[in-house]
């Protein structure tokens, strides 16, 4: 283990629930500062504009959080019935994969926000199937503008960086790998491989499953990530020496379902043992070498709806669903015969009024290994959408 030298400046505390967060505070410790009391929400149409002609990056503001009617909760929670086994199976595999190479002494460093209930998750694997207490914390990585520093000078104060392993929820075509993978240049003493339940994108090692497959936590947002928000990089809120920022949605607590996922999916871990173990021993002898092969359908995409900016692109399931949820939608391409899996997509597609496009066996490789790519509106200003914020015909300008 590393120390601060007594010239630096000092770190700041973490948060722990329940003062910041639905989860225990054994489950996971933030490093994070909480600007609960700040107003940072923004319409999302607001946002996407200023986004995507440079008035603002994507994480100096949030979006508000939506609020499933009836119809999409009760989508949620067969989505978590149907895939809890599936879960369960992943995250016993990606775990006692992180144990076997990484040795006893894991600590879990799960990426906010997606990252964190998976994190909680393998704590718990590791705890039952192992009787092991893993470290876990979660601090924030901003595309295109790195990962929290001070975050990191905490880790390394507390841990043996050779020991932190990132964890992330899932691969969409591979920017937060390549973020993570830059980012840590300067902090040699940290492996950046990225950890993930999902992998379709191809370009991680680590992972529970190559499955392009929904994990109900991406059907909602703070209110199954401990109703914590997406993390927040600001200049005038976030100096030098603090945690990037994030808010506690405490006024959510009656639509939290953050405790429901993990106990449900945890649950499953008895069922699922045998298919772990039998999982685990098929990966040994697989070349787990990432093929960058999600990156390639992105660009295939990209050329083929005469997109710009690959950060419009948002490839596999979860990311989709953040598509539909948090940003100005433009339309969905989704494989034919993909079935209930996809059943929320179609929801929140048909709310936002954004078309699915069926793509068949004839155009399967547009897509490559995914079920589904959401595209954000390659050429949004707010008059391009109606009063609604639906989404514009296609070729709008």
């Not at 959080?65 to 016993?92: C, I, K, T």
């Not at 240049?185 to 499955?211: K, M």
């Amino acid at each position: 283990m590393t120390t601060t030298s007594p010239a630096s400046p000092a770190l700041p505390r973490p948060l722990r629930g329940p003062e910041f967060s639905s989860y225990r505070p054994d489950e996971v410790t933030w490093l994070l500062q909480d600007l609960s009391r700040v107003s940072l929400e923004a319409p999302t149409e607001e946002r996407e504009e200023a986004i995507q002609h440079g008035g603002a990056h994507y994480a100096e503001s949030l979006p508000v959080e939506y609020q499933p009617d009836q119809r999409y909760q009760a989508l949620f929670h067969a989505a978590l019935r149907n895939s809890a086994d599936r879960v369960a199976r992943a995250v016993g595999v990606v775990t006692d994969t992180v144990l076997e190479e990484r040795g006893p002494h894991v600590v879990l460093a799960s990426l906010a926000r997606a990252g964190t209930p998976v994190g909680v998750l393998m704590r718990r694997w590791a705890r039952y199937a192992h009787g092991t207490d893993l470290p876990h914390y979660a601090l924030s990585i901003v595309r295109g503008r790195g990962i929290d520093t001070v975050a990191l000078r905490y880790l390394a104060a507390r841990h043996d960086p050779a020991d932190v392993v990132f964890v992330d929820g899932w691969t969409g075509k591979g920017a937060i790998t390549r973020e993570l993978d830059a980012a840590l240049q300067e902090f040699g003493a940290f492996d950046p491989q990225i950890a993930v339940l999902a992998d379709p994108g191809r370009c991680v090692r680590t992972y529970g499953t190559r499955d392009d497959f929904l994990i109900p936590s991406a059907c909602l947002n703070s209110t199954v990530s401990g109703l914590v928000s997406r993390t927040v990089l600001r200049a005038d809120l976030v100096g030098p020496d603090d945690f990037h920022g994030a808010k506690y949605y405490r006024e959510l607590a009656d639509a939290d379902v953050s405790g429901l996922f993990l106990d449900t999916v945890s649950q499953r871990f008895p069922a699922v043992r045998d298919s772990v173990a039998a999982d685990r021993a098929a990966l040994a002898g697989e070349d787990r070498t990432p093929t960058w092969e999600g990156w390639a359908a992105v660009r295939r995409v990209a050329d083929a709806y005469d997109i710009g900016d690959l950060n419009l692109v948002k490839p596999g399931v979860g990311e989709t669903t953040r598509v539909l949820l948090r940003r100005v939608p433009w339309r969905v391409l989704a494989r034919k015969g993909a079935g209930a899996e996809l059943d929320h997509v179609r929801l929140l597609a048909e709310q936002r009024g954004v078309p699915v496009e069926e793509v068949g066996a004839a155009a399967e490789g547009l897509i490559g290994p995914y079920s589904c790519v959401g595209l954000i509106h390659p050429r949004y200003t707010r008059g391009a959408v109606g009063a609604a914020g639906t989404a514009a015909e296609a070729g709008a300008a």
